[in-house]
């Protein structure tokens, strides 16, 4: 199933290509080709399962990674299709009318990263979330422990313990006990 | 939903169906819209159990994620550890190091685990319909595999068994045993549920036609699973892209026709059937040796930089985790693909104007929705 990556390579150009198992492919595109690919791969390749679509926060590269997997179900190979977009300017082109369903991972995508899908039917209608109003809570910068600290602190009067402080002060510096011990 | 539109359904009669409702498949809702008896429009709503179980494992070890992730799907949550260990075994390099015991048990484990979430659903099918007495021996049957379950792992529900390079334990003594003893038991007591169930003409004249769905969606909607396997079509992902220990078990891919909800409901009753054969043969299969690789320090453990997707077949279809790591001893994203989230949200939506409203529940348990895993 090389040939495929081979053939997305002259027609639409890639970054790189990896075949992670026989039935795992990879490959990278600019992020302006991603629906002339997706429209390709589903119209003139067996590629016709949208089987998933994610984000990756790479934050030290001020980047987004979006991630579609597309399935041939009868060859059962797997394709996926990775690209980066500017995380200052988080949007995408939708590809809900490719595949209804995108309609909710792209939901979800902007409520937990802030990429925008211009023109997906339920972009800034929560998903999860309800009167939300910090930064999307995937991101990488988003801090769980302030966010808790800050919105449900703790009852008056209980007792807090650091949990390596306790651990070494019952079982030593070590902090775990050998067959010996 | 858009402002249109929801201008447009605010002149029909609108019914919060769950979050707090016994004909609901867990934490969720539906909001519907009616005209008379019938369903006009849908909208599944979650949230209702969000405890960011995606965001969590970004901030523990890899050991430290299996108590989160067996959460995610809570009735069936072998399929979510052995998808996550599977899935950073590939990218340490682990993978070709798991044993041969280690492998055959884990196929045990997802098969013990297939079977008590059928037998669960296959009771939640009528028990929508209103009717008590069979998911209660159901039920009951179910916990017959808990009990091996309990004894295996400890745990009757979440198990925490599967692990990165193998298994936690061996079986203990006499296990094989025991567990043919609970099949035969299960075996005996299934032809009292056929009759309740297959032979019911209540369940039978709720069921044959309803809830048909088209097979042109199953692509179009990348569906998978019972609902797939209820139209006539083959796909199992144990079959498909084989893994563990299926490869070399003797079975063929359950289907039937008719796509409508007691097609779906007969085919979870033959996998019970297919799963009670697969758990023996495993059994009898199952050879000496190591249960788990040698592991590294789980404190220390860094996994080099990469991505994968890994894929088991979940008793509700297709479950998926997407997997990336940066080098470091956490994970950078972890991304469960679960067949509800499509079942559930787009299918269901789908599905549900022209439906009866007394239709919507057996319709939901036909696709066996699963919220915690709608909201990861």
């Given at each position: 199933m090389m040939h495929i990556l081979d053939e997305i390579r002259e027609r639409f150009g890639a970054e790189w290509q990896n075949e992670q198992r026989p039935d795992l492919l990879q490959i990278g595109v600019q992020a302006k080709t991603i629906v002339p690919l997706l429209t390709w791969l589903k119209a003139h390749?067996?590629?016709?399962?949208?089987t998933h679509l994610s984000a990756v926060d790479w934050i030290e590269d001020g980047e987004f990674q979006l991630t579609y997997l597309l399935t041939d179900p009868k060859a059962h190979v797997s394709l996926m299709v990775c690209t980066r977009i500017d995380r200052e300017q988080a949007e995408a082109e939708s590809i809900h009318a490719l595949w209804p369903q995108a309609v909710t991972y792209e939901q979800e995508i902007n409520e937990m990263f802030g990429i925008h899908f211009p023109g997906?039917?339920?972009?800034?209608?929560p998903f999860i979330l309800e009167g939300w109003n910090d930064i999307p809570p995937m991101r990488r910068d988003f801090d769980t422990v302030a966010y808790m600290n800050s919105h449900h602190p703790s009852r008056p009067g209980r007792e807090h313990t650091d949990p390596r402080a306790y651990i070494g002060k019952v079982f030593g510096e070590r902090g775990y006990l050998h067959d010996d011990d | 939903m858009t402002t249109t539109e929801t201008a447009e359904l605010r002149r029909r009669v609108q019914l919060w169906f769950g979050p707090q409702h016994p004909g609901i498949t867990g934490n969720m809702s539906v909001q519907a819209w009616l005209e008379g008896d019938t369903l006009t429009a849908g909208v599944t709503h979650v949230g209702?159990?969000?405890?960011?179980f995606e965001k969590l494992m970004e901030r523990r070890r890899y050991i430290q994620s299996f108590p989160i992730v067996c959460r995610i799907c809570v009735p069936e949550p072998d399929t979510n550890e052995y998808l996550l260990a599977a899935g950073l075994d590939e990218l340490s390099g682990l993978a070709a190091e798991v044993p041969e015991r280690g492998r055959w048990i884990r196929t045990l484990v997802l098969e013990m685990s297939r079977l008590q979430m059928n037998l669960m659903t296959l009771g939640g099918h009528i028990g929508a319909m209103a009717m008590g007495a069979a998911p209660n021996w159901l039920i009951a049957m179910r916990d017959f595999v808990l009990d091996r379950f309990e004894e295996l792992t400890g745990g009757r529900i979440y198990h925490m068994f599967i692990t990165y390079g193998g298994v936690r334990r061996d079986l203990p003594e006499g296990f094989a045993e025991r567990m043919e003893a609970d099949l035969e038991a299960i075996e005996e007591k299934l032809p009292l549920v056929d009759n309740v169930i297959f032979d019911s003409s209540v369940f039978r004249k709720r069921a044959i036609g309803v809830g048909v769905v088209p097979e042109e969606w199953v692509d179009e909607m990348s569906l998978s699973g019972p609902i797939v396997r209820a139209m006539g079509i083959p796909r199992d992902v144990r079959k498909d892209f084989p893994y563990e220990k299926y490869p070399e078990l003797d079975f063929e891919v359950v289907t039937t026709t008719g796509s409508d909800i007691y097609a779906r409901a007969w085919v979870r009753r033959q996998e019970i059937a297919q799963s009670i054969d697969l758990i023996r043969q495993i059994l009898r299969k199952m050879p000496e040796g190591p249960y788990c690789a040698k592991l590294p320090n789980m404190l220390t453990w860094t996994i080099p930089p990469g991505q994968t997707y890994v894929r088991a077949e979940a008793t509700r279809g297709e479950m998926g985790y997407y997997v990336v790591t940066d080098g470091s001893d956490k994970v950078r994203r972890v991304h469960v693909r679960a067949p509800s989230y499509v079942h559930g949200v787009a299918l269901l939506e789908r599905m549900?104007?022209?439906?009866?409203i007394a239709d919507l529940a057996p319709l939901m348990v036909s696709f066996q929705v699963c919220p915690p895993e709608m909201e990861r």
């Amino acid at each position: 199933m090389m040939h495929i990556l081979d053939e997305i390579r002259e027609r639409f150009g890639a970054e790189w290509q990896n075949e992670q198992r026989p039935d795992l492919l990879q490959i990278g595109v600019q992020a302006k080709t991603i629906v002339p690919l997706l429209t390709w791969l589903k119209a003139h390749t067996p590629f016709v399962q949208l089987t998933h679509l994610s984000a990756v926060d790479w934050i030290e590269d001020g980047e987004f990674q979006l991630t579609y997997l597309l399935t041939d179900p009868k060859a059962h190979v797997s394709l996926m299709v990775c690209t980066r977009i500017d995380r200052e300017q988080a949007e995408a082109e939708s590809i809900h009318a490719l595949w209804p369903q995108a309609v909710t991972y792209e939901q979800e995508i902007n409520e937990m990263f802030g990429i925008h899908f211009p023109g997906s039917p339920r972009q800034g209608v929560p998903f999860i979330l309800e009167g939300w109003n910090d930064i999307p809570p995937m991101r990488r910068d988003f801090d769980t422990v302030a966010y808790m600290n800050s919105h449900h602190p703790s009852r008056p009067g209980r007792e807090h313990t650091d949990p390596r402080a306790y651990i070494g002060k019952v079982f030593g510096e070590r902090g775990y006990l050998h067959d010996d011990d | 939903m858009t402002t249109t539109e929801t201008a447009e359904l605010r002149r029909r009669v609108q019914l919060w169906f769950g979050p707090q409702h016994p004909g609901i498949t867990g934490n969720m809702s539906v909001q519907a819209w009616l005209e008379g008896d019938t369903l006009t429009a849908g909208v599944t709503h979650v949230g209702y159990l969000h405890r960011g179980f995606e965001k969590l494992m970004e901030r523990r070890r890899y050991i430290q994620s299996f108590p989160i992730v067996c959460r995610i799907c809570v009735p069936e949550p072998d399929t979510n550890e052995y998808l996550l260990a599977a899935g950073l075994d590939e990218l340490s390099g682990l993978a070709a190091e798991v044993p041969e015991r280690g492998r055959w048990i884990r196929t045990l484990v997802l098969e013990m685990s297939r079977l008590q979430m059928n037998l669960m659903t296959l009771g939640g099918h009528i028990g929508a319909m209103a009717m008590g007495a069979a998911p209660n021996w159901l039920i009951a049957m179910r916990d017959f595999v808990l009990d091996r379950f309990e004894e295996l792992t400890g745990g009757r529900i979440y198990h925490m068994f599967i692990t990165y390079g193998g298994v936690r334990r061996d079986l203990p003594e006499g296990f094989a045993e025991r567990m043919e003893a609970d099949l035969e038991a299960i075996e005996e007591k299934l032809p009292l549920v056929d009759n309740v169930i297959f032979d019911s003409s209540v369940f039978r004249k709720r069921a044959i036609g309803v809830g048909v769905v088209p097979e042109e969606w199953v692509d179009e909607m990348s569906l998978s699973g019972p609902i797939v396997r209820a139209m006539g079509i083959p796909r199992d992902v144990r079959k498909d892209f084989p893994y563990e220990k299926y490869p070399e078990l003797d079975f063929e891919v359950v289907t039937t026709t008719g796509s409508d909800i007691y097609a779906r409901a007969w085919v979870r009753r033959q996998e019970i059937a297919q799963s009670i054969d697969l758990i023996r043969q495993i059994l009898r299969k199952m050879p000496e040796g190591p249960y788990c690789a040698k592991l590294p320090n789980m404190l220390t453990w860094t996994i080099p930089p990469g991505q994968t997707y890994v894929r088991a077949e979940a008793t509700r279809g297709e479950m998926g985790y997407y997997v990336v790591t940066d080098g470091s001893d956490k994970v950078r994203r972890v991304h469960v693909r679960a067949p509800s989230y499509v079942h559930g949200v787009a299918l269901l939506e789908r599905m549900i104007p022209g439906t009866n409203i007394a239709d919507l529940a057996p319709l939901m348990v036909s696709f066996q929705v699963c919220p915690p895993e709608m909201e990861r």
